[in-house]
């Protein structure tokens, strides 16, 4: 069955996602990188002190990161309710240095796998903070801290995360969570033969695992990313108020201002990653690559109309599909009625790092790599021409209020059937 716009323009909430911990897991990690960061006082970091020189220079930016500590108690949730917040922008600066030389840890209850994003939680929706983190100066800063980061975290360095202890991701616990027994890794080898945390974060599947659905016939459309169906959007509109509550979509803004006219009318399918699964992205159908671009974008910006998001920016996963860092894929089908079909793989929050691996000219079978995100998952949309969609598979529809009971749709798995 398909999905009617109407059904499409809801707001989802609760979407953990596995990237932070629960309430008090949250509240004892930050307060313990506080106490962390202000004992060991290390030097800033060369991205730090940009970024600190803009927010002291800067007179509209100073008073945006002044004021978004300031509002903050305004914003919060309920006092009593285990969160520890940051007091002003200095203590910001110096948690975020120390996290640079840092790698997320496991836990049983989720993971400070956005720890940055664990520190601007509170400020992030206050007004100063909506209107800081859309401001282009400041994600240019955070662009140039977060690739920062992506280089410890590709170094060897970040592999003391992956030890057998009970917050190692080498634990008993730990690889029964992740299901590592469908990995490649050697358990005979120093860090499973893992040589970073990115390396051991993109990990893949061994062959046979995630068997592409239905690999002669064309129509059988496969899900691009192991994730959970977030939403369904028909007759998506050229232009919309994206930031208004519900996310509708906007082709426009998705898109970049390029091929609005020809998605316009068509079908948006959206889901989203969790921590601890894979997260390459694998063509949806047989084609031909014919455009592949990177969107610049925001990386801590989310929708005012949800409130307070316990792991914001996360119910605002369809706004981000309008403002977020993110990539565009293009694979022509060669089939008229199934036309070009776009990927758009989002980064949101510490997720900046879209990746593509194939080129344009390039062949591609559905199911092959087209590529990942670095450090983590996030969410991602497929768009589809008008028509273009038969009707989509039972485990690729929302389920639950709100789409709150999705379950994970393995990647490769059949999602849709063309038309």
């Not at 007091?87 to 720890?115: C, D, R, S, W």
């Amino acid at each position: 069955m398909k999905l009617s716009n109407k059904d499409a323009h809801m707001p989802v909430t609760n979407r953990m996602g596995n990237w932070l911990p629960t309430k008090q897991d949250a509240a004892i990690w930050l307060e313990r990188t506080k106490k962390e960061a202000k004992k060991k006082k290390q030097k800033l970091d060369p991205t730090i002190k940009s970024f600190k020189k803009l927010i002291e220079t800067d007179p509209i930016i100073n008073m945006y990161f002044t004021q978004m500590f300031q509002q903050q108690p305004k914003f919060a949730p309920p006092p009593n309710s285990g969160d520890v917040k940051i007091e002003n922008y200095q203590e910001m600066l110096l948690i975020m240095n120390h996290v640079l030389k840092t790698a997320p840890e496991y836990n049983t209850t989720g993971m400070v796998g956005f720890p940055i994003n664990a520190i601007l939680d509170f400020p992030m929706i206050t007004p100063a903070g909506l209107a800081a983190f859309a401001d282009a100066k400041v994600n240019k800063a955070l662009r140039k801290i977060l690739k920062k980061w992506q280089k410890y975290l590709d170094s060897s360095d970040s592999l003391y995360v992956l030890n057998t202890s009970p917050t190692g991701w080498m634990s008993k616990s730990a690889y029964k969570a992740l299901s590592m027994q469908d990995f490649i890794h050697d358990p005979k080898k120093p860090f499973w033969g893992f040589k970073s945390w990115n390396d051991f974060f993109i990990r893949q599947f061994k062959k046979g695992k995630r068997p592409v659905a239905s690999p002669n016939d064309k129509k059988v459309i496969v899900s691009a990313c192991e994730a959970a169906p977030l939403r369904i959007s028909d007759n998506v509109q050229r232009t919309s108020q994206f930031w208004i509550k519900g996310q509708p979509y906007s082709l426009q803004h998705m898109l970049d201002g390029q091929h609005v006219d020809y998605y316009e009318g068509g079908t948006v399918y959206q889901a989203y990653l969790s921590a601890e699964n894979y997260h390459r992205w694998h063509a949806p159908i047989d084609g031909k690559i014919v455009e592949v671009r990177h969107v610049e974008g925001t990386y801590y910006s989310e929708a005012a109309s949800e409130g307070f998001d316990p792991a914001g920016p996360n119910n605002s996963q369809a706004y981000l599909a309008q403002v977020a860092a993110r990539a565009l894929i293009f694979i022509d089908s060669g089939d008229k009625k199934l036309g070009k079909v776009c990927v758009m793989p989002i980064g949101m929050a510490e997720v900046s790092s879209c990746l593509i691996t194939v080129k344009v000219g390039q062949k591609v079978k559905k199911g092959e790599q087209i590529g990942y995100f670095q450090f983590g998952g996030s969410t991602h949309c497929v768009l589809f021409q008008k028509g273009a969609i038969a009707n989509f598979t039972l485990p690729a529809i929302p389920q639950g209020e709100q789409g709150a009971d999705s379950k994970i749709v393995p990647v490769n798995s059949a999602i849709a059937i063309a038309n």
